[in-house]
């Protein structure tokens, strides 16, 4: 259900867009570049799935549908911050690790038991892939003057 969820959702965040091809662009990437670096941190055993991995490489789908999820807002809720390359990587310091614990909370992924042993390489990978991300996507797609 939730993966189905998360596509509708998209769905409407794709049609209600001003650039959906900038949109799309943002939905795709996060969905192919968040997921590569989450399963980096699951296969260096920084971080586990229930569930399978695709391919025997990507997290379940549910993840990926997440990380759609959060692509979807870089034009909208997050475009203030698309430039902001250093405030988004203290953004990712502070708040992916915070993300993780509440994926824990909810027996969605598992953690070392040693906060540190998860919660720096976390920390340190997201410094890097969120404002990474952000870039990427404004190299593939940048905002014209009529954007606003």
Known sequence: ???ASAIGVVGVCLALAENRKRSTTNVVLAAVVGPALDAALAHS?????P???LAGFWPPLWIIALWAM???TFDSGLAWLSRRYVLAS???????????????S????????????????VAGLWAVGLPGLL????QLHPPTATDG
């Open 51 to 53: 569930g399978k991995f």
């Open 106 to 121: 909810l027996g969605a992924v598992g953690t070392a038991p040693e906060p540190l042993r998860w919660i720096l390489p």
């Open 90 to 104: 203290l953004f990712a310091v502070l708040f992916a690790p915070l993300s993780y614990m509440a994926g824990r």
């Open 1 to 3: 259900m939730g993966p």
């Open 45 to 49: 055993g920084t971080l586990t799935y």
């Open 70 to 72: 959060f692509g979807s």
């Open 135 to 138: 870039w990427l996507c404004r």
